[in-house]
């Protein structure tokens, strides 16, 4: 099987981040790292071809600082990795990304492409499935198994309340990985030495420009949240906090 | 004629999802503010009486999209059918509500439409005949103002809790419910199977009248004995954010969050959890909220009602003395 894996970098779960001054995107020069969905599909992906053969190929969207998300991927063990390189990539919204990916590819074969069912930044859950769209393939999202069938795979859907479902289609196909879905392996010594001699090829913007229109959805105004709740800060040594804590526990929120 | 809002509802086996309501109360806020007119849409298979459920809100009229190819959830069925509808009724907006099922083929349909979905919306503004939607980015770190750069249809998805369900107004009399023909070119590729659930959850956390609940701030699986302690020591149960469970640290059946159980106790005390929208939404019904995290700018502490900013492993150990103390002395 031949898997394409998409892969983004987005900021560090506990970067501090702040606005730019335009007041519609956050400033650069935070520290990044793999989507988390992400990193579960890559995961995915290297095992099916542990089991089937094949071939694992990484893609991202971004600066020239994603290219670290592709040089993990490659240290785990994909084979070779593809960079749409530049920054006008951040800011292309889901329809624009996928439109980006597929001209990015358009001369290739794959059985499958992978990604996290959403990312930490935009978090708008779509990338995969307008993918799957744009190339005319069948797509399944937050999947938890997949296994190969004679004629095509099954996989396992994670639905809301607890309640899963297996769902049979034909290659090829598109689908979104759910966190969680196995073990993340980490990148061995030999693997990050094998990974500077694997190929990797860029993708300047201007290749894939013509396939590109003004987004549809635009950000008119980022912030920070306004907050709908009063919250009282406990302040304090950890034992006074712990003694207000229990004087609201007890005398405010009844629950002791 | 007035430009149109179109609502999917959702339905499983005739039974209408929650959201549906929710995304219904969205629509007539808008409406209330734009002068458009609202109308619903109820696709699936024998759904005539859940097209009369929903025709008792106010509504101009209930599209009914029945097919036998819509029993069963699949996207091919599913963006064919909406795609005709949405094709011939020209709405200005298409309001979903999130679901796992919603976020499965609003993006597929709207691509054939050649238009987007901001999805995950918890919120909207109207002001200077402009209509923007509330969407929070950076898992909650900030919110977004999100507008539409084509013309219509527009589609945006809500979030579950963004509005309230017992808002959705009632009709002074049943609206129309105009049946919507559908065909379709080709059998839908994927074929799903039943739905089912795993094991049995042991536990039934959405009784549980105190929670502490765990997030990555836990930094180690042996240190979930600290947050039990507490738990043992409150009368209350153990749960987590989604990363605890995947890493195996608690079994999956004390998840929080859009992906597990949906909770509204008295207490929810969240340790070492920044507060992903997916965790949040499954939690925001506690009465009370006390937030312990050492990320003064955590998510988590814009809807706590008693924020503490530190280290967890500092304030826990004399926190369950005290509780101890507390007990004891009643």
């Known amino acids: 099987?031949?898997?394409?894996?998409?892969?983004?970098?987005?900021?560090?779960?506990?970067?501090?981040?702040?606005?730019?001054?335009?007041?519609?995107?956050?400033?650069?020069?935070?520290?990044?790292?793999?989507?988390?969905?992400?990193?579960?599909?890559?995961?995915?992906?290297?095992?099916?071809?542990?089991?089937?053969?094949?071939?694992?190929?990484?893609?991202?969207?971004?600066?020239?600082?994603?290219?670290?998300?592709?040089?993990?991927?490659?240290?785990?063990?994909?084979?070779?990795?593809?960079?749409?390189?530049?920054?006008?990539?951040?800011?292309?919204?889901?329809?624009?990304?996928?439109?980006?990916?597929?001209?990015?590819?358009?001369?290739?074969?794959?059985?499958?492409?992978?990604?996290?069912?959403?990312?930490?930044?935009?978090?708008?859950?779509?990338?995969?499935?307008?993918?799957?769209?744009?190339?005319g393939w069948p797509h399944a999202t937050i999947i938890m198994h997949l296994e190969k069938s004679e004629t095509g795979i099954r996989v396992k859907r994670e639905l809301e309340a607890g309640f899963f479902q297996y769902v049979n289609m034909p290659l090829p196909a598109v689908l979104t990985?759910?966190?969680?879905?196995?073990?993340?392996?980490?990148?061995?010594?030999?693997?990050?030495?094998?990974?500077?001699?694997?190929?990797?090829?860029?993708?300047?913007?201007?290749?894939?420009?013509?396939?590109?229109?003004?987004?549809?959805?635009?950000?008119?105004?980022?912030?920070?949240?306004?907050?709908?709740?009063?919250?009282?800060?406990?302040?304090?040594?950890?034992?006074?906090?712990?003694?207000?804590l229990v004087d609201k526990l007890r005398n405010e929120l009844h629950v002791l | 004629m007035p430009d149109t809002i179109l609502v999917i509802?959702?339905?499983?086996?005739?039974?209408?999802?929650?959201?549906?309501?929710?995304?219904?109360?969205?629509?007539?806020?808008?409406?209330?503010?734009?002068?458009?007119?609202?109308?619903?849409?109820?696709?699936?298979?024998?759904?005539?009486?859940?097209?009369?459920?929903?025709?008792?809100?106010?509504l101009r009229k209930v599209h009914a999209v029945d097919a036998p190819q819509l029993d069963r959830y699949t996207p091919d069925a599913f963006a064919a059918?909406?795609?005709?509808?949405?094709?011939?009724?020209?709405?200005?907006?298409?309001?979903?509500?999130?679901?796992?099922?919603?976020?499965?083929?609003?993006p597929k349909l709207a691509t054939r439409l050649g238009r987007c979905v901001i999805s995950d919306?918890?919120?909207?503004?109207?002001?200077?005949?402009?209509?923007?939607?509330?969407?929070?980015?950076?898992?909650?770190?900030?919110?977004?103002?999100?507008?539409?750069?084509?013309?219509?249809?527009?589609?945006?998805?809500?979030?579950?809790?963004?509005?309230?369900?017992?808002?959705?107004?009632?009709?002074?009399?049943?609206?129309?419910v105009e049946s919507f023909a559908v065909t379709f070119d080709a059998a839908a590729r994927n074929q799903p199977e039943d739905w089912f659930k795993e094991a049995k959850q042991a536990v039934d956390l959405t009784q549980a009248e105190i929670i502490v609940s765990v997030g990555r701030g836990i930094k180690e699986q042996k240190n979930i004995e600290l947050a039990q302690q507490l738990a043992t020591a409150l009368g209350g149960e153990i749960a987590a954010s989604r990363p605890i469970c995947d890493n195996g640290w608690l079994p999956m059946d004390r998840q929080i969050g859009s992906s597990g159980q949906t909770v509204s106790p008295k207490l929810y005390l969240a340790l070492g959890i920044s507060g992903a929208i997916q965790h949040i939404v499954g939690m925001k019904g506690a009465r009370a909220v006390v937030a312990i995290n050492k990320d003064s700018e955590a998510p988590i502490f814009e809807i706590a009602d008693v924020a503490v900013v530190g280290n967890l492993f500092?304030?826990?150990?004399?926190?369950?003395?005290?509780i101890k103390k507390a007990k004891a002395g009643s």
């Open chain 1, 1 to 135: 099987m031949k898997i394409l894996v998409c892969m983004k970098q987005v900021p560090q779960k506990d970067a501090p981040l702040k606005l730019n001054e335009s007041g519609q995107w956050i400033r650069e020069g935070v520290s990044y790292e793999v989507n988390e969905p992400d990193a579960y599909a890559l995961e995915e992906a290297l095992r099916q071809k542990e089991k089937h053969g094949g071939e694992v190929v990484a893609i991202t969207s971004g600066p020239a600082r994603a290219q670290q998300v592709l040089r993990e991927a490659l240290a785990k063990g994909a084979d070779r990795a593809i960079h749409l390189e530049d920054d006008a990539f951040v800011a292309l919204d889901a329809l624009n990304t996928a439109r980006a990916i597929a001209a990015a590819i358009k001369d290739e074969q794959f059985d499958l492409i992978f990604t996290g069912l959403q990312s930490d930044d935009y978090g708008f859950a779509q990338t995969g499935v307008v993918l799957a769209e744009l190339l």
């Open chain 2, 121 to 176: 919306c918890t919120g909207y503004k109207h002001d200077a005949a402009k209509l923007l939607f509330t969407r929070q980015m950076f898992q909650g770190k900030f919110s977004a103002d999100v507008g539409f750069g084509s013309d219509g249809p527009w589609m945006a998805t809500f979030q579950n809790g963004a509005f309230r369900g017992d808002q959705a107004e009632p009709g002074t009399a049943a609206a129309p």
């Open chain 2, 9 to 58: 509802v959702e339905q499983q086996q005739g039974k209408l999802n929650r959201v549906s309501w929710e995304t219904i109360a969205a629509a007539q806020a808008i409406a209330a503010d734009t002068g458009w007119a609202v109308e619903a849409a109820v696709a699936g298979h024998n759904i005539a009486a859940a097209a009369v459920e929903v025709a008792g809100k106010k």
């Open chain 2, 314 to 322: 500092d304030i826990v150990p004399p926190l369950i003395e005290e």
């Open chain 1, 177 to 244: 990985i759910q966190s969680g879905i196995n073990k993340l392996r980490y990148a061995t010594l030999i693997g990050i030495k094998q990974a500077k001699n694997k190929p990797l090829r860029k993708v300047a913007l201007a290749e894939v420009q013509s396939a590109l229109t003004p987004n549809l959805q635009k950000i008119e105004r980022l912030y920070v949240p306004q907050k709908t709740k009063k919250t009282e800060t406990l302040e304090g040594s950890p034992s006074d906090i712990a003694k207000k």
């Open chain 2, 81 to 106: 059918a909406l795609q005709q509808l949405i094709a011939a009724k020209q709405p200005k907006l298409v309001l979903l509500p999130h679901t796992y099922q919603v976020r499965d083929f609003a």
